[in-house]
């Protein structure tokens, strides 16, 4: 894999769960103060500091060949995973999940949770600090994951490393200055592309730690990812044909309208 | 119910909610077309194409599942 296409890969991969993460510290630190939700960033943070420490070493001493069929496999569910919710969304068939949305959730929950069981250790609101802690952990596991798989892959995990830190300082960048949900970041169509770039590389890597020659081998990677993103196309094209059949036969049926594809 | 019981529980579905996600009919088509790539490969037969054969027939049936619910 170039170094740019490493870069361009995981930083969109990571800038999406940077959103995420940073959309859920909004949310709860602008309606509950910022304190407990801070401390809950740090010792997130922290968590995935002493993960990553620990993950680290153990890949780099894992063979090749395994290594690219177990994280394969995973980048290649979790861009599946990714791509069928896309496609779902951009077809009218599943609601849009964009950060406004997750913002009201998260800022309802909130309020409707209080300030019961406060606990000094946690900064005077456990539920602030769990839900910062959450995000950041979660969604910094998955950071933490396609930096370590795609760089040990490339074998330039410090690149790989660069382009989540570099996502990462973006998205809070663009959060302090906007100072409210993330709606602006058009978080569809980047999990649209994410998701055709992980079951990109995840088939690639997947299928050769399983012990397939790919023809071309790494200059397939050209091949592969434009193949899987007019599938991927074509999988939103039929799936709107579909739901429109549907909302035709049954009238009475919802009918959103279709977003999340880049045009 | 233990504690223990709940706490491995817990850690099972986490798991389970960050690999597996919504649908497993996903991770299913993608075993099979692992494992379908090491038969092809141990027969010495071209084995490339079996994954994302198999998995786009996954992505197929899921899609189409979702659009009848």
């Keep these: ?112 949770a209080g300030n019961a069981g406060r606990r000094p250790l946690m900064g005077g609101d456990p539920y602030a600090f769990t839900l910062a802690f959450k995000a950041v952990v979660l969604e910094g ?80 990677l050209l091949a592969i990812i434009p193949a899987i993103a007019i599938i991927s196309f074509a999988g939103v094209a039929a799936m709107r044909r579909k739901r429109q059949w549907q909302v035709t036969a049954v009238p009475a049926a919802p009918s959103p309208t279709p977003e999340g594809v880049p045009s | 119910m233990t504690a223990v019981a709940k706490l491995a529980r817990s850690f099972f579905a986490f798991w389970w909610d960050f690999i597996i996600g919504d649908d497993v009919t996903l991770a299913v088509g993608v075993a099979a077309g692992l494992a379908l790539v090491a038969v092809l490969h141990a027969a010495a037969l071209p084995a490339w194409w079996a994954l994302p054969v198999l998995w786009i027939l996954a992505l197929i049936w899921s899609l189409n599942r979702a659009s009848r619910h």
């Design chain 1, 141 to 220: 596991l998955e950071v933490a994951f396609i930096v370590v798989t795609f760089g040990a892959n490339a074998r330039n995990v410090p690149l790989a490393a660069l382009a989540a830190a570099a996502a990462t300082v973006i998205t809070v960048a663009v959060a302090l200055v906007v100072k409210g949900p993330l709606s602006r970041v058009p978080e569809n169509s980047i999990k649209f592309a994410v998701g055709i770039l992980l079951a990109s590389f995840g088939t690639f890597w997947a299928a050769e730690g399983a012990g397939a020659d790919w023809p071309g081998a790494d200059a397939s």
């Design chain 1, 1 to 112: 894999m170039t170094g740019w296409v490493l870069f361009l890969a995981a930083f969109l991969a990571c800038a999406v769960e940077a959103v995420e993460a940073t959309t859920v510290v909004l949310a709860v630190g602008v309606t509950r103060g910022w304190g407990s939700p801070l401390r809950g960033l740090a010792a997130g943070i922290a968590v995935l500091a002493a993960i990553v420490a620990a993950l680290g070493p153990a890949i780099a001493s894992i063979p090749m060949g395994p290594l690219r069929l177990i994280v394969g496999a995973l980048l290649l569910v979790f861009g599946l995973g990714w791509l069928r919710k896309a496609i779902l969304r951009a077809s009218g068939y599943k609601a849009l999940h964009d950060e406004e949305l997750l913002y009201a959730k998260e800022v309802e929950a909130a309020r409707k």
